[in-house]
């Protein structure tokens, strides 16, 4: 609850409290997703303990702690190893009728490749039991490449009821706590949105397909932050925004 929130500090306090058994050959799956909370650096770090993690044959007890691999992977930007240990997760849940697995997986697999006709499926596949949380908690990547389904003219009239539906369901963005003063324009949500990912390392291409946007889109979300910023490259853009509390 703590994350959907977006109070990661509050979520790993819960999870340091617990008093974990140890699991015969790695640490518990929940330090994993403490170390996905983390952000980034912890990403690496727990990844850099567990080299042979990405490796392991997914199974009914190893499931969810390789989907939570697969985030840390992402996170510390091994995109390919990624999507090659979902693409492995997948085969496991068609082959063994693990349907929860399955939507998790083709939903985390759509927004880390960007590709749409896996969010497709992972729809088709939850809307008889109305599944939401697994899809907002994805983001506005997520809500954007919903959208992009929406716009398009062969999507079923009960997907498109349920991907509205979706939508509905995203939180509000949270606004910056302390007060951008000396803007010369307000950053928009979705400006902002770009600052996070340029603050993380993200190239412009990655950044276009997290937010299925064109590179010529984001060019222009770009400079837009930079005039108003009043800076001239993506580490002072980055610098200024945490100064004013746009970014942490």
Avoid: C
């Avoid at 996170?75 to 240990?85: D, F, K, M, Q, V």
């Amino acid at each position: 609850m703590y994350q959907r929130l977006g109070e990661f500090q509050l979520a790993l306090d819960v999870l340091d409290e617990l008093d974990l058994p140890s699991v015969p050959g790695e640490e518990h799956p929940i330090r994993a997703f403490a170390a996905l909370l983390g952000g980034a650096d912890s990403a690496r770090a727990w990844l850099a303990a567990h080299p042979t993690v990405s490796a392991l044959e997914p199974d009914s007890a190893k499931e969810n702690h390789l989907l939570i691999v697969a985030r840390l992977l992402t996170s510390a930007h091994r995109t390919n190893e990624s999507i090659a240990l979902l693409q492995k997760i997948i085969r496991f849940a068609k082959t063994n009728e693990r349907i929860h697995t399955l939507i998790q997986a083709d939903v985390a697999l759509a927004v880390i490749a960007s590709q749409p006709e896996t969010l497709l499926t992972a729809l088709t596949l939850a809307e008889p039991e109305g599944y939401l949380t697994t899809f907002t908690l994805e983001g506005e990547p997520l809500a954007n490449m919903l959208q992009y389904l929406l716009r398009q003219p062969n999507l079923e009239p009960r997907l498109q009821t349920y991907a509205r539906k979706i939508l509905s369901a995203f939180e509000p963005t949270p606004r910056p706590s302390k007060p951008a003063s000396g803007l010369v324009e307000p950053l928009s949500a979705r400006e902002i949105e770009v600052l996070r990912y340029i603050a993380e390392g993200l190239s412009n291409p990655e950044i276009a397909r997290r937010m299925y946007l064109s590179t010529n889109t984001l060019k222009a979300h770009t400079q837009n932050i930079f005039l108003k910023l009043e800076v001239h490259n993506r580490l002072q853009a980055v610098s200024r925004a945490k100064e004013l509390g746009l970014i942490e």
